[in-house]
């Protein structure tokens, strides 16, 4: 089984729609992340959570929000989905020393 | 200005040669990390390397190598005898300090082994 899974795989939805993507890890890892990638932008960093108490944005958190239900639970959402949201959503988690990245999957999302 | 540069856009090298991807960054931070990933055409994101900006000597993991310049903040990796399965976008990365709110992305190298 992966490390890292992310639900669901392939979203279409429409603008003003909330929609929210999941992850949950058996890593035991305190670290999670969620990133977006864009065609010849790389990946940008959304929001991070050190643990259920500790989030943080990232470079790019408006528009979205997350939730830390459980250590092994990391959960983003958006609250009124707009078209320049479609992008490709990665979760992923990292031990204490953060010297490694795991990473689920990717949740392929547009937004019509 | 760009804090992570690679510069190839697209590579093209015969099987069974060595490849390096170019990677430089910039920072003012002493204490940084830097990153390569692996993204094949299936899409996921694989972690292939790690090296610490303090880390006395090169990171190595199989027939990945980290060639870390630092006087040039250059940190380019090297995959030794290519096979047709290195096929893949990669990406450098970097995080500044311990802060996960300063990891950052070069645009990536599309990599394509010719047999």
């Known amino acids: 089984d992966a490390d890292v899974t992310q639900t669901p795989r392939n979203r279409i939805t429409k603008t003003g729609k909330r929609i929210m993507l999941e992850c949950s890890q058996t890593?035991?890892?305190?670290?999670m992340y969620w990133y977006r990638q864009d065609p010849g932008l790389g990946l940008r960093l959304i929001y991070y959570?050190?643990?259920?108490?500790?989030?943080n944005k990232g470079e790019i958190s408006d528009g979205y929000s997350v939730s830390r239900q459980a250590q092994a639970k990391f959960s983003l959402s958006l609250e009124s989905a707009i078209p320049n949201q479609t992008a490709l959503y990665f979760c992923?988690?990292?031990?204490?020393?953060?010297?490694?990245?795991?990473f689920g999957p990717g949740t392929r999302l547009t937004v019509t | 200005a760009q804090k992570i540069t690679q510069t190839q856009p697209g590579m093209f090298v015969q099987e069974k040669e060595a490849v390096t991807l170019d990677c430089t960054y910039d920072?003012?931070?002493?204490?940084?990390?830097l990153f390569w990933y692996k993204q094949p055409s299936s899409g996921e994101m694989i972690f292939l390397i790690y090296?610490?900006?303090?880390?006395?000597q090169n990171a190595t993991e199989g027939r990945y190598s980290l060639n870390f310049q630092k006087a040039r903040k250059s940190a380019n990796l090297v995959i030794s005898a290519s096979q047709l399965g290195d096929s893949a976008m990669y990406f450098c990365?970097?995080?500044?300090?311990?802060?996960?709110?300063?990891?950052?992305f070069g645009k990536g190298t599309r990599l394509h082994i010719l047999p």
């Open positions: 959570s050190f643990d259920v108490k500790d989030i």
């Open positions: 990365a970097m995080r500044e300090g311990n802060r996960d709110d300063k990891i950052i």
């Open positions: 992923a988690t990292s031990g204490d020393r953060g010297d490694e990245q795991y």
């Open positions: 920072t003012s931070d002493p204490s940084y990390g």
């Open positions: 090296q610490g900006s303090y880390d006395q």
């Open positions: 890593k035991g890892h305190d670290r």
